[in-house]
């Protein structure tokens, strides 16, 4: 293990992101079709999404610039990290790989049943470019008796991992989700970015946006009209499914509710909305916006808002483009790694 070099991790991790840039037609459209065999959730169009998205930062420039803001100057001694991998947006557990890689220790993976596919198939080119790696990476479907473990899941999944994984050095995540601020002074292209924030993977993201803080009730028509543009969600059989399902206990249950025919609008309490369910709530000034959101704080992933006005916001339609430094959970996953 000691013979892994790091600057060769990082040329491995350069040529994975070149590979992915210049994936052919024909050899995107096989994977695409073992991929979403495996999870019809996970469509051409969104595998092609999250591809792009490993391949932005997959860049030694990148990569360098980030573990510069780390002394790894004396590397921990190699340890056996366990990783629990998510499966609700293609590929989401490679960035714990990599923060494994390159902190120098061995990752033992327990892929999701719903993404088996796409992590190895990009082991498979990282290892075939440094074949060293191939020592580092092991895929198994129990971890037991490693020095460490990274679990994601959902806040049930979190008790069981506690259970199992709490008296060893551990990362463990639980549900989370992003929310929208809207002034009512939104353009008609502002709500229109705002869309890519909530549909895409259909939502099914911790970084997609759930629910929004609005300030005009009045202009969630015109939101509604800017998403029209993302009305072919409603050709996937199993979100048209939900949108059905979820109408369909609006209104027997007669809750006030908007619908453009894909998306239905409902003031909640509440933060994290069923797939197809939008969920807002009002504020009256940012006084008491910001008290809503701190009291949620450990339950939110991102915030959006129109050009990122408000603080530690991401402008709309950009949260589903992560930097290499944005952690899940805003747990620093490298600092972890060093530290064993």
Not at 25 to 34: Q, S
Not at 207 to 228: F, H, W
Not at 263 to 274: F, G, H, Q, R, Y
Request: net charge negative; glycine share 8%; charged share 20%.
């Amino acid at each position: 293990m000691n013979k892994i070099d790091k600057s060769h991790t990082i040329a491995a991790l350069d040529h994975l992101g070149t590979f992915l840039k210049d994936l052919g037609e024909e050899e995107f459209t096989h994977l695409a079709a073992k991929v979403v065999n495996n999870n019809p959730w996970f469509t051409p169009g969104q595998t092609k999404v999250a591809l792009e998205g490993l391949g932005r930062f997959l860049e030694a420039k990148a990569l360098e610039a980030w573990l510069g803001d780390y002394d790894i100057s004396k590397p921990p001694l190699p340890k056996r990290v366990g990783l629990v991998m998510a499966g609700n947006v293609p590929a989401v557990g490679f960035h714990d790989l990599m923060c494994v890689l390159l902190a120098g220790h061995k990752a033992h993976i327990k892929l999701s049943s719903t993404d088996q596919v796409i992590i190895p198939w990009l082991v498979e080119e990282l290892v075939g470019f440094y074949p060293l790696l191939q020592d580092q990476i092991v895929f198994a479907e129990q971890l037991k008796g490693l020095d460490a473990y990274i679990a994601t899941g959902s806040d049930n999944t979190a008790r069981y991992f506690e259970y199992y994984f709490g008296k060893y050095p551990h990362i463990i995540r639980k549900n989370r989700t992003s929310v929208g601020i809207l002034t009512g002074d939104e353009d008609t292209n502002a709500l229109k970015a705002l869309g890519r924030d909530i549909f895409q993977y259909f939502g099914l993201g911790c970084r997609n946006v759930s629910k929004l803080y609005i300030n005009d009730p009045g202009q969630l028509v015109t939101l509604l009209d800017a998403l029209e543009e993302n009305k072919a969600v409603a050709d996937h059989h199993k979100f048209i499914n939900n949108y059905d399902y979820n109408k369909s206990i609006y209104l027997v249950n007669k809750e006030p509710h908007l619908d453009n025919g894909f998306l239905l609008v409902k003031e909640s309490k509440a933060l994290v909305s069923p797939i197809a369910v939008l969920y807002y709530e009002t504020y009256d000034d940012t006084v008491g916006l910001r008290a809503s959101l701190a009291g949620v704080g450990d339950k939110i992933q991102c915030i959006v808002s129109d050009g990122g006005w408000y603080p530690e916001s991401l402008p709309l339609g950009q949260a589903q483009f992560p930097r290499i430094q944005d952690y899940a959970d805003h747990v620093d996953t490298l600092a972890f790694l060093l530290k064993l």
